[in-house]
């Protein structure tokens, strides 16, 4: 693996410009990135992180958030100040508020044409796309033999108290949920949805982290997730028993991306960071680094990928910028009248 980096970052180096080299090997710089755990793990600091920053005459300085809001929210309060220059995992739940204040530059990468053209939530290129899956309801087949395959089945009482949720106020998996329930069932119905699932959720967490460790204690069988969730315990523990289910009437994908600050002085490094990411080098270690889809069309998935299952509808682009960012607050307030009471 260190291999395929070391090959792809030298052919970045070299398709630099003489000014920008000898810009960047004036002095070792650091680039500060804000990032949320979901992509934190072992291999990112030992494998991925050192060469980068070898090749490049520099240091990378990580914060990690529990939350991509909280994380959003910090740079928002300091978007004068030149601490950060990347925030890894921003996703398309979060646009319509990191938009607002005009956090970040935009960029479009030199790997931009490789990326599949509806995985680009942000068409003014602030926002670049690395990572996707869609949301679904994660479940233990162990004990679930037969899962809700419609919204409907789920509102069935048989799943009383069996369902784990996040909070759309706390977490981007919860307001992915919140977001596929209005484009689901229209600004009237989503409330009757949420009000006839009310019984079957166990409980409802503020980050998905909490929630997941309940689920993996066994105090609900079902979790509102990511579909591709289920691919790290297969691959990383071989267990089989964890299973995914999306209903027929359609999907949304939570799609998490990288953004530049406008305040950042390390610019430079910080858009050779991107054009990092997006290379087909990296995207092909998503499936199994991330436990995410890579959003690059050049790569193969696993053979473990192909028994996902194939959404009839996306309903992921189908709410406005402009809709959400009028909306959002009475969405939010009614969601919390129906299941916080």
Known sequence: MKKIFLFILTLITLSCNNHENHEISKEYKTL????????????????????????????INITKFSNELSMLETAISKKDSTEIDLLFGIDNT????????????????????????????????????????NIAFNYNSYVISNPPITFGE?????????IILTDPRTSSVGRAM??????????????HFWRSIKDNVFNIYENHNDAYNAYLAGEAPMILGMETTPMYHTQHDNIDKFK???????????????????????????RKFVDFLLSKEFQELI????????????????????????????YTNDLSLRQTRWQYEEWISKWKKIMLK
Request: aromatic share 14%.
């Open 154 to 162: 789920m509102q069935d009482g048989k799943f009383k108290d069996q």
């Open 287 to 314: 499936p199994y680094e991330m436990w995410m889809m890579p959003v690059s069309k050049k790569i193969e998935l696993p053979v473990e990928y192909e028994i996902l299952q194939q959404i009839s509808k996306d």
């Open 178 to 191: 919140l977001f596929w329930s209005i484009v689901a069932f229209g600004r009237n119905g989503y409330s």
């Open 244 to 270: 995914s289910t999306i209903p027929k009437e359609g999907g949304f994908k939570l799609i998490q991306g990288v953004g530049i600050l406008n305040s950042s002085k390390q610019k430079y490094l910080a």
């Open 94 to 133: 979060l646009l319509f508020l990191a938009e607002q204040d005009s956090l970040f530059i935009q960029y479009e990468s030199n790997n931009i044409n490789d990326i599949h053209q509806d995985l680009i939530f942000d068409k003014e290129n602030r926002i670049s796309p690395v990572c996707y899956s």
């Open 32 to 59: 500060n990135i804000y990032a949320v755990d979901i992509f934190l793990n072992d291999d990112f600091y030992e494998n991925i992180i050192p060469l980068f920053t070898d090749i490049f005459k520099c240091e």
